[in-house]
T-cell receptor, first 109, second 116 residues
Framework: DAKTTQPTSMDCAEGRAANLPCNHS???????VYWYRQIHSQGPQYIIH???NNETNEMASLIITEDRKSSTLILPHATLRDTAVYYCIVRLYGNKLVFGAGTILRVKS | AAGVIQSPRHLIKEKRETATLKCYPI?????VYWYQQGPGQDPQFLISFYEKMQSDKGSIPDRFSAQQFSDYHSELNMSSLELGDSALYFCASSLGAGGGPVEKLFFGSGTQLSVL
């Protein structure tokens, strides 16, 4: 599975959009981009995933660049409860989920 | 909705003792994954099972073993415990691994193992 690079940490004001970038320049054509988050000491939680098209669900939006070398997770209206470590993971469908160094998002009031 | 259930929530053991962690997947999920998360670290994949057969293996020590039973629950057995085994152990379940599409993993709340 391709490696990903994320900022170590980011701050976001409550109520504003949180935009979390992820670089995955070595992604192959059949690898998906997944986002999970982990709120302090809880089990990781699935957020969203995509292959090449932008995706949106009730939690977030995923924007994938046309060359698929990077993506951005967007939390449209961040709340204090969104403070967590966010993991961008690239994997083939069916492969194990491998967590790398994620982004610590701190939402501040 | 039913979630992944792990037991116990907390476990305290002495060095060289054994421990068994249990995981009950979401009903109808056929795949179970085990992860270990040390203090301040990211979750590390240990092992997974699909339809009661081991499907993938990560950085699981030889002192650890696991299996998935006929009712799809899984147990992680840990022997000759060391101080470094102190960690949060997560189990996750999904539907359709082993060649089929796996959309997402659902994680349990974890078992906090402390080895003294």
């Amino acid at each position: 599975d391709a490696k990903t690079t994320q900022p170590t940490s980011m701050d976001c004001a409550e109520g504003r959009a949180a935009n979390l970038p992820c670089n995955h320049s070595t992604i192959s054509g059949n690898e998906y981009v997944y986002w999970y988050r982990q709120i302090h000491s809880q089990g990781p939680q699935y957020i969203i995933h995509g292959l090449k098209n932008n995706e949106t669900n009730e939690m977030a939006s995923l924007i994938i660049t046309e060359d698929r070398k990077s993506s951005t997770l967007i939390l449209p209206h961040a709340t204090l409860r969104d403070t967590a470590v966010y993991y961008c993971i690239v994997r083939l469908y069916g492969n194990k989920l491998v967590f790398g160094a994620g982004t610590i998002l701190r939402v501040k009031s | 909705a039913a979630g992944v259930i792990q037991s116990p929530r907390h476990l305290i053991k002495e060095k060289r003792e054994t421990a068994t962690l249990k995981c009950y997947p979401i009903p109808r999920h056929d795949t179970v994954y085990w992860y270990q998360q040390g203090p301040g670290q990211d979750p590390q994949f240990l092992i997974s099972f699909y339809e009661k057969m081991q499907s993938d293996k990560g950085s699981i020590p030889d002192r650890f073993s696991a299996q998935q039973f006929s009712d799809y629950h899984s147990e992680l057995n840990m022997s000759s415990l060391e101080l470094g085994d102190s960690a949060l152990y997560f189990c996750a379940s999904s539907l359709g691994a082993g060649g089929g599409p796996v959309e997402k993993l659902f994680f349990g709340s974890g078992t906090q193992l402390s080895v003294l």
